[in-house]
């Protein structure tokens, strides 16, 4: 039973391909490369297909946060869609949640740009949404990592091309 949903959007000026490459494929060493000073590693256990679970170890200057282990879902290139069920270990929503599911969409948005849309929905323990600023932190959460991404990529724009 879902009992909350957040939406929100992003404009990234990085091509739809690159982005995609960088950050939905499952090549953990382009991405973790891309989000320096944010994760510190990446390690997934599986193929990399649906099912697999994917460790993240966040920098410890990033917050409460240290660790996101994520399972794959499904993921269509052609579509650009990838969705995924989160477990927080550590920080302060951790303890709160009983589920969560991401789906993130990749859209372009013109020559060089691209416009992420991402929806969370989940489920408290105690079954009650969660308050408007804790929505914002966990959709938050998710665009920073793509909004990191988007600054390597300006910064070095043929690294990965």
């Known amino acids: 039973m879902v009992v909350g949903r957040v939406t929100?959007?992003?404009?990234?000026?990085?091509?739809?391909?690159?982005?995609?490459?960088?950050?939905?494929?499952?090549?953990?060493s382009i991405f973790t490369k891309a989000c320096v000073g944010l994760v510190d590693a990446v390690e997934v256990d599986g193929d990399g297909g649906p099912g697999s679970v994917t460790?993240?170890?966040?920098?410890?200057?990033?917050?409460?946060?240290k660790v996101f282990k994520t399972?794959?879902?499904?993921?269509?290139?052609?579509?650009r869609v990838v969705k995924s069920?989160?477990?927080?270990?550590?920080?302060?929503?951790?303890?709160?949640?009983?589920?969560q599911v991401s789906e993130v969409k990749v859209v372009p948005a013109g020559e060089g740009a691209t416009v992420v849309h991402m929806t969370v929905e989940?489920?408290?323990?105690?079954?009650?949404?969660?308050?408007?600023?804790?929505?914002a932190k966990i959709v938050q959460g998710y665009l920073s990592l793509i909004?990191?991404?988007?600054?390597?990529?300006?910064?070095?724009?043929?690294?990965?091309?």
Request: aromatic share 6%.
């Open 8 to 28: 929100d959007e992003c404009p990234v000026a990085v091509p739809l391909e690159l982005l995609w490459k960088v950050v939905f494929t499952g090549d953990v």
């Open 55 to 65: 460790t993240m170890k966040l920098n410890p200057a990033v917050g409460d946060a």
């Open 71 to 79: 399972r794959l879902l499904a993921r269509d290139a052609a579509a």
């Open 85 to 99: 069920e989160l477990v927080v270990e550590g920080g302060e929503l951790a303890g709160q949640m009983k589920s």
């Open 122 to 135: 989940y489920e408290r323990v105690d079954g009650a949404p969660l308050p408007p600023e804790d929505e």
């Open 147 to 161: 909004k990191k991404v988007e600054e390597y990529l300006v910064a070095h724009p043929g690294e990965f091309a």
